[in-house]
């Protein structure tokens, strides 16, 4: 059996790995590129009957002859799950012990890959960016916004800045649709990328493959505000998992910019949450400006990780190239 297939039986048994790390995603947000999973071992060395304690599926991508690791699109966590060594299905995040074990045995295995590069973002509470700190690594922290209690929607109104609450009265006039047709989100969101003058950063043939699979598994919805004229005035596609339901890809058309419809959209991605039974998560954003709007819709800011490694000292070229390209997109 095969890393992946032994990391696939894993999450088939245990509900805690994030979707962003779900093998149907990674399938998804990897099509025609290569990934795979490193595993750590109670006994590396009869790796056939050992329980495995760690996992990190990663993407690793080869261009002009170099090997890095990198987070593929749209994908905010990774890194490294540790699991009991007692209990297979259990996912462990705070057992110093055995986190640090996992952590030196992967990073020995990511030292002998030849890679160029290694970047991942880890998820919140997780125990290992700090170990992996320790072990020669560069961590950054980063901020995601959640909303953890929706049990009663009229508080996470309440909740709401002043300003939101304006808004919310400007958007009576608009009308929520659920199930937008993934074609028509893609177009609306081009467009409105258009408007600002900038490119999207996916492809039609990506979205498609990532909203099919993402339906499969039945963690999916596109969300849509519409004048009373039938016209879009922003959409949102969220996905969930046993955690949280994540504000994936907003959109927002400039025409309509002071309708209210921004914060509607985000009052309705918190209902279908609700209706999951799972929090929500704005997925996160370094950008001042977005997280000003995701404080004043009642989140408050949790911290994770990003967690790297630059191998070559070259590569730094391909890195700020890299950035130059998220800036054009606005990414």
């Known amino acids: 059996m095969t890393n992946k297939e032994e990391y696939i039986r894993l999450c088939a048994e245990n509900d805690d790995i994030p979707v962003f790390m779900q093998p149907w995603w990674l399938d998804a ?26 996992a990190m599926p990663y993407l690793l991508r080869k261009k002009w002859g170099m090997r890095y690791i990198v987070m593929p699109q749209q994908t905010q966590l990774g890194g490294i ?14 057992d110093t012990r055995i986190a640090t074990a996992v952590c030196q045995d992967i990073k020995q295995q990511l030292d002998a890959m030849g890679l160029c590069y290694y970047y991942q973002q880890y ?7 700090g170990i992996m700190q320790g072990l020669g690594m560069k961590v950054k922290e980063r901020v995601t916004y959640r909303v953890n209690d929706l049990r009663d929607m009229n508080k996470v109104v309440d909740s709401f ?5 304006r808004q919310l009265q400007k958007a009576m006039a608009l009308k929520v649709e659920r199930g937008l047709n993934v074609e028509t989100f893609y177009t609306f969101h081009k467009n409105c990328m258009a408007e ?23 963690q999916c919805e596109i969300i849509s505000i519409r004048t009373l004229d039938d016209e879009l005035c922003a959409a949102a596609f969220l996905v969930w998992d046993k955690q949280y339901l994540y504000y994936l890809i907003p959109c927002y058309s400039e025409r309509f910019k002071d309708s209210g419809a921004g914060a509607l959209l985000a009052l309705e991605a918190m209902k279908v949450a609700r ?17 000003n709007h995701y404080k004043q819709l009642g989140s408050t800011a949790e911290t994770y990780y990003s967690v790297e490694k630059l191998y070559k000292w070259w590569f730094w070229f391909a ?6 390209r998220n800036l054009k997109y606005g990414i």
């Open 319 to 324: 890195l700020l190239w890299n950035k130059i």
């Open 29 to 54: 947000v990897c099509a025609g590129k290569e990934w795979d999973v490193l595993l750590s071992r109670e006994d590396s060395s009869n790796p056939e009957s050992a329980k495995i304690l760690g």
């Open 275 to 291: 209706e999951q039974h799972v929090k929500f998560d704005f997925e996160g954003s370094m950008n001042s400006g977005i997280a």
């Open 81 to 94: 799950v540790v699991f009991d060594d007692r209990q297979q299905g259990d996912l462990m995040l705070g």
């Open 123 to 129: 998820i919140p509470s997780n125990s290992c960016p």
């Open 161 to 165: 800045s002043k300003n939101k609450k």
């Open 196 to 218: 600002r003058k900038r490119e999207i950063a996916y492809t039609r043939e990506f979205l498609l493959v990532l909203q099919r699979k993402a339906a499969r598994a039945k």
